[in-house]
């Protein structure tokens, strides 16, 4: 099959290599004893192989929140990029996809095809080989919908392969990649509707900004420009100028509670109103995590030591403000505002990035 586009590494790494601080969203974290990059699949192999025990990928750096001592190991740098098509017919198309694709270009590029299934995806930072370890979703879609499997370098018994996406694994968040160090991703395999027209829009707010009901199909395009929209209006999609975009995205997660913990928590929250609940498998609640720190004290601004901040557009985001903060000074707002949630509500709040050297 052909390639519908490989683009060569990007020229523009940071001139110093040391500091991990340069190749994250968050602007922070310590020195890499080393660093080396890799631009293939092959590459990675190769590289993780030779690191030996102590190794760490960063591709896009959006997801991760790394010590100040930063990492005593190899970091494998995967700048992998391009797409090709496996498949097609004229009802779908299924690609693979590098690694180190970056994920809103891979969006973009699905939307310019009119291929439909990651439209409100759209502007999330990151590479694509990470979307599967986190189980990347928003605005009611997730990337598990779509995956077909993982090509992975499996470190445990030294071979090169594929997981299919019965035995991923993928939950809420999770995924049997998240906090494992026997995977390595080498790509993502998508299977896409052919429309120029969205899936039904499942998600409330995003339905409201389109103008149509829970349920209706939009242009695709449409579609990709209100989720960037929506996100950007909440310091999610990145930019330079605006230290609110400085972060890991959403810090916490939503809590999901069974049926004892979500009425404990209703009443904690009488004095409150009905906490905001979206129901789940069996008793199973999932809980608005931004609800929660608001209503706990935590409003949009707080401010933590060493200029990090809660972001002034949205609760879930923990900002360095100043661009020269510690990660200790982020993981002590953290801390207080984890620790304040439970003293509230009797609900533990619980980290989405992957922490990296360093503890919650």
């Not at 750096?61 to 970091?75: E, K, L, M, R």
């Not at 879930?316 to 620790?339: C, F, H, K, V, Y």
Request: negative net charge; charged residues 20%.
């Amino acid at each position: 099959m052909s390639d519908v586009y490989a683009q060569p590494t990007a020229a523009d790494e940071p001139t110093s290599t040391d500091e991990l601080s340069q190749y994250t969203t968050l602007r922070l974290g310590g020195p890499a004893r080393r660093i080396v990059t890799a631009a293939t699949a092959e590459e990675i192999v190769a590289r993780v192989g030779e690191a030996g025990e102590q190794v760490l990928l960063l591709a896009g750096g959006s997801n991760v929140v790394i010590g100040d001592a930063g990492f005593p190991g190899t970091v494998v740098l995967v700048r992998s990029r391009g797409l090709r098509v496996l498949a097609e017919d004229e009802q779908t198309v299924t690609i693979r996809v590098e690694a180190g694709e970056p994920w809103d270009d891979l969006v973009d590029t699905t939307v310019r095809n009119g291929w439909s299934g990651l439209e409100c995806l759209s502007g999330i930072p990151g590479s694509t080989g990470a979307t599967p370890i986190q189980n990347v979703g928003a605005y009611g879609q997730e990337v598990a919908e779509t995956i077909l499997g993982v090509q992975v370098y499996d470190r445990t018994a030294g071979t090169v392969g594929r997981v299919d996406a019965a035995d991923c694994g993928f939950a809420y968040r999770a995924s049997i990649f998240k906090h494992s160090e026997r995977y390595v991703v080498l790509g993502v395999d998508f299977r896409l509707a052919r429309s120029r027209l969205s899936g039904p829009v499942r998600y409330a707010e995003l339905a409201r900004a389109l103008g149509v009901e829970v349920g209706d199909r939009v242009p695709l395009a449409q579609a990709r420009a209100t989720v960037l929209g929506l996100r950007a209006g909440k310091g999610m999609v990145l930019d330079a100028a605006d230290p609110d975009t400085r972060s890991v995205g959403s810090f916490f997660t939503n809590p999901v509670l069974d049926g004892a913990g979500y009425e404990v928590l209703r009443h904690h929250a009488a004095d409150l109103g009905e906490p905001p609940a979206w129901p789940g498998a069996g008793d199973r609640v999932k809980v608005s995590a931004a609800w929660l720190i608001d209503k706990a004290g935590f409003g949009k601004g707080y401010p933590g030591p060493e200029g990090v901040a809660i972001s002034t557009k949205h609760t879930l985001a923990l900002t360095n403000q100043t661009g020269t903060a510690s990660t200790e000074a982020l993981l002590t707002l953290a801390r207080e505002i984890r620790d304040g949630v439970h003293a509230r509500f009797a609900v533990t709040l619980h980290p989405e990035p992957v922490l990296i050297n360093c503890t919650l």
